[in-house]
């Protein structure tokens, strides 16, 4: 069984540019979540999906950042435009109800 | 406050045992995990422990959680080369919601 999936695996970009990250779930896995890890910090929590909807966005930064989930399958996190501060790896976990929580390989976002 | 605490860094010896710390703020989690990251992959699930749970040993790991504290601990057994890693701790509250520590990166020389 295919594992959680993210791409790219790694994006330069220069400031003010736009970027778009993309996760594919393990099949059947309604939650989804987005997470950010910046250099040296914690991982932090972006926002939760379940299914299509938004169950959580509160650990959103700013209005730069937009996710969708359309249909509930595969999710994508649009980062436009992009600031420095926005580099990091960007995580994306899924996972059943209560089940372990699945992670994928990471995105490595650089912002010139 | 959300604050997961670790410690960034972690040097051992082959051989020798491993402590990871990490101190966590809510006292309503319900589970503490251990995730490893080796390098160029994403985190899996090491181990965790139900919040009313003072220890878990799991072959060559061991977790130790006092509540009193909010502290939760890593042990490894005869650490091994291929435990290079990062190791996080997390916590998952009311809500769905988990939170990370920063990472502990343990380095074992051999």
């Known amino acids: 069984e295919a594992g959680v999936t993210q791409f790219p695996s790694h994006s330069v970009i220069e400031k003010g540019q736009t970027v778009t990250l993309r996760c594919d779930p393990i099949s059947g896995h309604d939650n989804l979540y987005w997470y950010r890890r910046v250099m040296g910090k914690e991982i932090k929590f972006l926002l939760h999906f379940v299914k299509e909807s938004k169950q959580d966005e509160s650990g959103m930064p700013n209005n730069r950042f937009l996710a969708e989930r359309t249909g509930g399958t595969y999710s994508t996190l649009k980062v436009q435009p992009a600031e420095l501060e926005d580099s990091g790896v960007y995580f994306c976990?899924?996972?059943?109800?209560?089940?372990?929580?699945?992670f994928g390989e990471g995105s490595r976002l650089t912002v010139l | 406050g959300e604050d997961v605490e670790q410690s960034l860094f972690l040097s051992v010896r082959e051989g020798d045992s491993s402590v990871i710390n990490c101190t966590y703020t809510d006292s309503s989690s319900t589970y503490l995990y251990w995730y490893k990251q080796e390098p160029g992959a994403g985190l899996q699930l090491l181990t965790y422990?139900?919040?009313?749970?003072d220890m878990k040993q799991d072959q060559r790991l061991t977790v130790l959680l006092n509540k009193k504290d909010k502290h939760l601990s890593l042990r490894i057994a005869d650490t091994q080369t291929g435990d290079s890693a990062i190791y996080f701790c997390?916590?998952?509250?009311?809500?769905?919601?988990?939170?990370f520590g920063t990472g502990t990166s343990l380095t074992v020389i051999p």
């Open positions: 976990a899924t996972r059943v109800d209560t089940g372990e929580l699945f």
């Open positions: 997390a916590e998952s509250r009311t809500g769905n919601q988990f939170y």
């Open positions: 422990i139900f919040s009313n749970m």
